[in-house]
């Protein structure tokens, strides 16, 4: 039978999110996860998986905003953490930096695969209002006890032509309001557990090979 996926809120009157800043210009040696949004923009990260990593050892993945500076031409890379990444209640939230363009502010997978290893018992990421550059066929990860949704909010997607689903089998995807160039056939594919949950609101350029079963 159908069954709704688990889902655990949390009403907390008093939060602040944590914040962290990729920049071209930062360092990873320096760089600071705050709740306090001007020493964050001040000491600003190289890579995402700093930012990640800085998160988790501030208290975790919940709530978690992590902001992509301008990438200078060359998406920041989305890099697999080494351990278990502590989250139980609350998306991290992978967005564009204030004031700087949708495509300007880009993250990139394929090359390499991106396994978040967020929560011990299911993980939620978002991209919002970010770019997104495929550059091979390796997917974005979960782990078999550890589910991860993976949600696309208002992002553009530069496939590539690569030809293979954005996520993993364990991971399920989830996409609203995003702009498709360059797709893969098989992108949007739901096959042995690694799920498209929901395509909503979404454009896409029609690649080529595209299976014809495949309604959008």
Not at 3 to 13: A, I, M, N, Q, V
Not at 27 to 40: E, I, L, R, Y
Not at 77 to 103: K, M, N
Request: glycine share 12%; aromatic share 10%.
């Amino acid at each position: 039978p159908r069954e709704l996926s688990h889902r655990t809120f949390r009403r907390d009157t008093a939060f602040t999110p944590r914040v962290a800043y990729v920049r071209t210009t930062g360092n990873d040696g320096t760089g600071v996860a705050s709740t306090n949004d001007a020493t964050a923009s001040a000491n600003p990260f190289l890579t995402v998986l700093a930012a990640i990593n800085a998160h988790h050892t501030a208290g975790g993945m919940d709530g978690a905003i992590i902001y992509i500076g301008n990438d200078g031409g060359t998406p920041f890379v989305l890099a697999s953490t080494a351990a278990t990444r502590t989250q139980s209640h609350s998306e991290c939230i992978i967005t564009r930096e204030p004031g700087v363009p949708r495509a300007n502010a880009r993250v990139s997978f394929g090359a390499a695969a991106f396994r978040a290893r967020f929560g011990a018992t299911g993980g939620w990421l978002r991209f919002y209002d970010v770019g997104i550059d495929r550059t091979g066929l390796l997917q974005i990860q979960g782990e078999v006890a550890s589910t991860l949704q993976v949600i696309f909010d208002e992002v553009t997607y530069v496939g590539n032509s690569h030809n293979a689903t954005v996520n993993n089998a364990n991971a399920q995807a989830w996409f609203g309001g995003c702009d498709f160039t360059s797709l893969g056939a098989s992108v949007l594919n739901s096959f042995t557990g690694n799920t498209t949950r929901c395509i909503r609101n979404c454009t896409f350029s029609a690649p080529s090979g595209i299976e014809g079963w495949l309604l959008l």
